[in-house]
């Protein structure tokens, strides 16, 4: 962590006073300028431009720090840039015959320190003509502005309306602002009207060979920035040549046995224990299966329906005949809870889209409950209202992670391996491939195709002909 120079310290310890800055505060305002000089040398922004302090605070938005805690350190910044300005000060480097000192000077300190050399100088050599600096050109002015420092405010509230109109999940746009705000602070806060395709072209091959990123991270950031170029600058993104890409390599599932699986069940509690025999015995992915309401399950029919899948599709996968008694038994206890969330007078269950303005009550109704539900009520700012949820996933996988670990398996598995576990078993059972890839939901049976390396090859080697089966 870089140390702030001694004397900006204790001109900074002044101006807080000067400010009114509370004693108990001034240790937490300099630690905020401990961090942003940090950032800026990090990030190679000028410790004097403004512009860095909107990515500084996106950067403290990251790593979860509290509301209150980004207003001090944007109070904080803006009065070391209000110190800069007040005493007009520069940093100046002296350097001693045993180490090198930084001190913050005023700039009026450092006039009279040349004014001194000059006098000197020009006292030994009074008979030299002092050469006449050189006028700046117009050109070379204009050509030494530095191009960054932009606001990109328009172009993150213009990438959010584009995702929404298409319906993409926010995931998406989580990810996608993500990459965003990384290539925003690689070009220095760029003007997006400036930027082209090769700014892209360098931040992909930093990507590759300073990060050293897989290839799937560096596609992602690729897909990003695409759709960024096209559907919110409107340009036309041209063909990317000349990228270092990462190599991709063939990623094969980690695949848990029957006997493993059942290991696992042992160690979950309800209702995680069903999630993880829905997971496997419906191929489900997690936010699938979490999302799934009452009205998606059909007893009389044994099927499942996934609304709103991967891809906003839909599909039908058969139920297990062996938890159904479990599942009716979960279902009345979801009917019990919905009563008692109705006397408490709960604003009902968040629906998608303009389902709530056309459906007004269906929000309270027992089918549009979630069939795995939140445990406490999530509280609406604007209006006061309490809602409720489905679970989060990360109780599901932290659930999952203790299982796993206590059944002693050591293999790497996630709340994603039932899924592939749930295709290589069908597979292994010599269900066809394309039966497969429509329980998966898989738009390209290519994509199922990566599940005949998790299983032993079956096929007869003896050249045989169809006659003779």
């Not at 990030?43 to 805690?69: I, M, V």
Request: charged share 25%.
């Amino acid at each position: 962590m870089l140390n702030i120079p001694s004397s900006l310290r204790v001109q900074f310890e002044a101006y807080l006073q000067e400010k009114a800055i509370p004693k108990n505060n001034q240790a937490a305002y300099q630690k905020w300028l401990r961090y942003y000089l940090d950032f800026s040398r990090k990030y190679n922004f000028p410790q004097t431009q403004r512009g860095s302090l909107t990515h500084f605070l996106a950067n403290l938005q990251e790593k979860k720090q509290t509301k209150a805690q980004q207003d001090q350190a944007y109070h904080s910044i803006s009065l070391y840039y209000e110190l800069i300005l007040a005493k007009d000060t520069l940093f100046s480097e002296k350097v001693s015959q045993d180490k090198t000192s930084y001190c913050f000077i005023s700039s009026s300190d450092a006039v009279k320190d040349m004014s001194l050399k000059s006098k000197s100088f020009h006292y030994q050599t009074s008979n030299m003509a002092a050469p006449r600096p050189k006028k700046p050109d117009v050109k070379e002015k204009v050509l030494s502005k530095p191009l960054a420092g932009a606001s990109w405010r328009a172009e993150y509230t213009g990438l959010a309306s584009e995702i929404q109109i298409r319906h993409y999940s926010p995931k998406t746009l989580k990810t996608y602002k993500q990459w965003l705000r990384q290539f925003q602070t690689y070009t220095q806060s760029k003007p997006p009207t400036l930027l082209s395709t090769a700014d892209v072209k360098e931040f992909l091959t930093s990507l590759a060979v300073k990060r050293r990123v897989s290839a799937s991270t560096q596609n992602q950031a690729f897909n990003a920035l695409l759709f960024f170029f096209r559907h919110v600058l409107n340009k036309e993104f041209g063909k990317v040549d000349g990228i270092v890409r990462a190599k991709r390599k063939r990623y094969i599932p980690v695949v848990l046995s029957r006997e493993e699986i059942e290991t696992i069940l042992t160690y979950l509690a309800p209702p995680y224990d069903l999630i993880v025999k829905l997971l496997y015995g419906c191929g489900l992915r997690l936010f699938e299966c979490l999302q799934l309401r009452v009205h998606c399950l059909n007893f009389d029919m044994g099927v499942v329906t996934v609304h709103d899948g991967k891809g906003k599709k839909d599909r039908t996968v058969p139920l297990p005949e062996t938890i159904l008694p479990e599942l009716r038994e979960h279902l009345e206890s979801l009917k019990v809870l919905h009563q008692l969330d109705l006397d408490r007078n709960y604003a009902g269950v968040f629906l998608i889209y303009a389902l709530e303005k056309k459906y007004r009550k269906a929000s309270k109704e027992f089918i549009w409950q979630w069939f795995f539900p939140a445990k406490n009520f999530t509280r609406i700012p604007e209006t006061g209202e309490y809602r409720r949820y489905y679970l989060h996933e990360t109780h599901v996988q932290k659930a999952i992670k203790e299982a796993v670990g206590k059944a002693g398996i050591c293999k790497r598995a996630t709340a994603h391996t039932f899924r592939h576990s749930f295709a290589s078993h069908l597979l292994q059972a010599n269900y066809d491939i394309r039966t497969i890839q429509e329980l998966l939901g898989h738009s390209d049976v290519r994509t199922t195709m990566i599940y005949t390396h998790t299983i032993n090859s079956q096929t007869t080697k003896e050249a045989k002909s169809p006659l003779d089966f």
